[in-house]
Structures are given as structure tokens and as C-alpha cells.
């Protein structure tokens, strides 16, 4: 009895195997179908992504579109600057030999003429230099009333040369042919001096006080001619611009705009401001801009050929972190991904659309926002 229950519980086990196994392939494959089509439907979904916006919505949201077009570009570059004297027409008046300021004869802020008095001074050295000069004056017309012949030339050659050497040590002492010429005869105390203005101009800086003893070279004025100024434009040490000699920038103070060229680049970044300076020549003949404005400083540009640019504002940022604008067709939108090109001004230049598409300038971040509500993802990923 026992051996018949056996041998039909065998037979039961292998005629029930393949029919089990048979039918977990089935369902498996069936699984297998049923994904597929999910799939093939979400991805068919996923293209009709897209949201539609009622007139209402369009208004209340300021939503705008506008037609993608191919355009020449010109656009402007923006960098802080200042207002800086032409060095190149400013003059620094300086005692050649130290000195005591007796006397000032002008002020800051003075606009002053060329050989104008500046500033009277005294000096022990210029004392020496003087009364040498005075009697080299004398022996050098004494010599010259008594003629060659009759003095011999060793001392004609030695008036001469000692008359010469005593005077253009005086112009090394930065006085004027008028103050030489009239020191033989004049009875004005030795040691005094003044010194002329070399240019017109504006008085800058007058950084000294009278009585105050001033060594040779230590500057008592800053003088700058102000007809032509220097605006000094600071730019990112990454910022890679072409600006040739001459190129015009716009440069506005307060709300006055003026028309300056582009003279120097600097090669080096200032170590300070970790800046690179731009140098541009500006004309200043109203005299309304003085050095130490601040500036800003408009650098023109123009594409080299036509393309397609958007506004900033109708840049996304899609879930990935990728950049993507919103398209309408048939009054539906959608998110579509593109890749950014050079700034251009206000705009963006955009790879990755046709010219045509329509597009959404104003109210992207609406309209993204409006199909996160729909559980889609804005880009149909």
C-alpha cells in the first residue's frame, strides 16, 4: 500500500512542474509586455508634456512672447571708473634745491595761467649761486667792453665759461630768464626765489604751509591741465575684451554722458584692486569733470555676425541644472533645453533653437511653476 502511494505522488510531482513553470514564464512575460507599453506610454506622454494658460492667467502674469530672430547685436559692457588728471598734461612744481616757502601765491582749486607766480621761496644754496652768478655777470661784460685783444683769451674764455656755468646752474635751480636776467642789476635780497607756473591749469594739490622747510624734489603743487582727463576703467582680471587703440566708450558722471577713447591697457593686474585698468581719454572743455569723480564706463560693441539671443529673465534652471526656455505652439508651452552662448548686453546669446520658434520673454518662472503643479517636469524628463 505504501509503495502505490509513493509511486502516484511521483507522478503527480511530475506532471504538475511543467505546468507551474509554464505559467510563471506566461505572467513573466506578460509583465514584461505590460512594462513595455508603460513605458512606450510615459515617453509618449512625456512628449505632450506641456501646459495651456488661459487668457487671464497670460494677463495677470504679464506673460509676453516674441518670435526668435537672427540679429546683428549691439551691446554694451559695464565697468566702474574714475576720473583721473592727464599725466601726460599735468606738471608737478618742485624745489631743485632745499628751501623755505615764504610766501604762496596761489590756492587749491586756483585756475591758473602759464608763468603765473606760484610760490616765493629762500634757500642758503641759491644764495651762493646767486652772488656767484652776480659777479661772473660783472667780469663777463667787463671783459667784453675791454674786448679780446686787450684782456688776453685765457681770460675771455674764463669770464665767458664761469658766466655760462653760474647761469645754467640758476636754470637748474628752476629760476626763469626773466628772474636771471634781472639779478646783475637788481637789489633784491640774494637767496630769494620764485617759481612760475609751466602750464594752464587747475591747482590739484598744495600739500605744504608757509615758513615750512621743503627739500629739493618735494612736490608743493600738482598743476593739470583740464581740457583733456584720463578715465580710468577697472575691469574683472578675467573679463577678455578686444578694445584697439581708439575704440569708443561711453562714460557717464552724475547725469552727464560723454564720448571718451580707448588710449592704454593695462598688461598687469593691480595688486591692490586685483583689477585690470582700462585708460580712455576724455575731453573735458566745460570743465564740469575733475579728477577724483567716480564713473561709470560703457564699453560699445557689435556682433561680428547675426544670432539668436534671448532676455536673462526668460533663462530657467530645469531640475538636472540644465538652461532652458519656454516655448508655445498652438498655445501650449513647453520647456525645451538650450545652451548658452556670450553675453550680449542686456541678452543672451542661445544655441539649440530654430529661428521662429516663439518663445516666453516675460513670466518663464509662471509658467514653470504653473506645469510643477501638473506633476510635470518642466523640460519632459
Not at 500500500?1 to 512542474?17: G, R, V
Not at 531640475?319 to 553675453?343: N, P, Y
Amino acid at each position: 500500500m505504501n509503495n502505490k502511494l509513493q509511486t502516484l505522488l511521483i507522478a503527480s510531482l511530475i506532471f504538475t512542474l511543467p505546468i507551474t513553470s509554464q505559467s510563471a514564464e506566461k505572467d513573466e512575460h506578460a509583465h514584461e509586455h505590460d512594462t513595455k507599453e508603460q513605458v512606450e506610454q510615459d515617453e509618449h506622454d512625456d512628449e505632450d508634456t506641456g501646459i495651456e494658460l488661459s487668457d487671464e492667467q497670460l494677463h495677470l502674469a504679464e506673460i509676453k512672447t516674441s518670435v526668435l530672430q537672427y540679429q546683428v547685436m549691439t551691446y554694451n559692457i559695464y565697468a566702474q571708473g574714475e576720473i583721473k588728471a592727464n599725466d601726460y598734461t599735468s606738471y608737478l612744481v618742485s624745489p631743485r634745491v632745499d628751501s623755505v616757502v615764504l610766501k604762496r601765491h596761489v590756492a587749491l582749486g586756483d585756475h591758473i595761467e602759464i608763468n603765473q607766480p606760484l610760490v616765493t621761496l629762500f634757500s642758503e644754496s641759491m644764495v651762493e649761486a646767486q652772488a656767484s652768478y652776480r659777479l661772473a655777470a660783472s667780469e663777463w661784460t667787463r671783459v667784453q667792453q675791454l674786448g679780446r685783444k686787450s684782456v688776453g683769451g685765457k681770460r675771455y674764455i674764463e669770464a665767458q665759461t664761469n658766466y655760462e656755468a653760474d647761469m645754467g646752474r640758476l636754470y637748474a635751480f628752476g629760476l626763469s630768464d626773466a628772474a636771471i636776467k634781472t639779478l646783475a642789476t637788481s637789489s633784491k635780497r640774494l637767496g630769494e626765489y620764485i617759481l612760475y607756473a609751466k602750464i594752464s591749469g587747475a591747482v590739484l594739490s598744495d600739500n605744504f604751509r608757509q615758513g615750512q622747510r621743503v627739500e629739493s624734489g618735494g612736490t608743493l603743487f600738482e598743476l593739470a591741465d583740464e581740457n583733456t582727463l584720463w578715465v580710468e576703467a577697472k575691469l574683472a582680471p578675467s573679463m577678455e575684451l578686444d578694445l584697439p587703440e581708439n575704440s569708443i566708450a561711453q562714460v557717464k558722471v552724475v547725469h552727464n554722458t560723454y564720448l571718451a577713447t580707448v588710449t592704454q591697457k593695462a598688461h598687469t593686474i593691480d595688486p591692490v584692486t586685483r583689477t585690470r585698468i582700462v585708460r580712455l581719454l576724455v575731453e573735458n572743455s566745460d570743465h564740469k569733470l575733475h579728477p577724483g569723480l567716480f564713473a561709470d564706463v560703457y564699453f560699445v560693441f557689435e556682433t561680428d555676425e547675426k544670432v539668436l539671443a534671448v532676455p536673462e529673465e526668460a533663462l530657467m534652471r530645469s531640475s538636472d541644472g540644465d538652461w532652458m526656455v519656454f516655448v508655445e505652439e498652438h498655445g501650449e508651452f513647453k520647456g525645451v533645453e538650450v545652451e548658452l552662448g556670450r553675453q550680449v548686453g542686456a541678452l543672451r546669446e542661445i544655441h539649440g533653437l530654430p529661428a521662429g520658434t516663439k518663445l516666453v520673454t516675460k513670466g518663464a518662472f509662471y509658467v514653470a511653476s504653473e506645469i510643477a503643479k501638473g506633476g510635470f517636469d518642466a523640460h519632459n524628463h
